[in-house]
């Protein structure tokens, strides 16, 4: 019985840990690019065109979506270092010709994505080595809005 308290107290504690660092995670806008090319996120693959990128009711959330062709993803992000440049951009790590969704931000606050298993992939390249390659960062410009 002490046991199953202590893991009790243990997890709570956990929880509301996380969620106090948590708090400041996330974008502070929404965020508009023309991304030029075919961009997976979350195991998800999307194709280039306009993208606005939104905080969801949850905190961490983003959702990706392109109006015009009726696309969009979601994914949990968390908060990452800004340059506070005013600068709103996303990043990408591209693999060949294949580009993962890396970071958001919106010149204030920003957001960096975790690698997917389709990005651990890419990184492996056409052989099952366990030598990864390294992306090449592809930084895209964008506006922060609303």
């Given amino acids: ?7 009790i107290v243990v997890t ?16 502070g806008t929404t965020v508009i690019a023309n991304i030029p090319f075919d961009f997976n ?5 999307l194709p280039a065109g306009k993208y606005t990128v939104s905080k969801g ?15 969009s993803a979601v994914t949990i992000g968390r908060g990452a270092d800004s340059k506070n440049d005013g600068k709103a951009s996303l990043g990408f790590r591209r693999y060949g010709n294949q580009y993962f969704l890396a970071s958001v931000t919106d010149g204030n606050k920003a957001s960096e994505m975790p690698v997917t298993k389709a990005e651990r992939n890419a990184a492996r390249g056409n052989n099952n080595l366990a030598m990864e390659i390294k992306p090449e960062l592809v930084t895209v410009s964008a506006t922060a809005g609303q």
């Fill in 1 to 7: 019985m002490r046991k199953q308290i202590t893991t």
């Fill in 57 to 71: 009711a949850t905190q961490g959330v983003l959702i990706i979506q392109n109006a015009e062709k009726g696309t």
């Fill in 41 to 45: 996120v979350s195991g998800k693959t």
């Fill in 12 to 27: 709570l504690s956990l929880i509301a840990t996380l969620t106090a660092l948590g708090i400041a995670a996330g974008l």
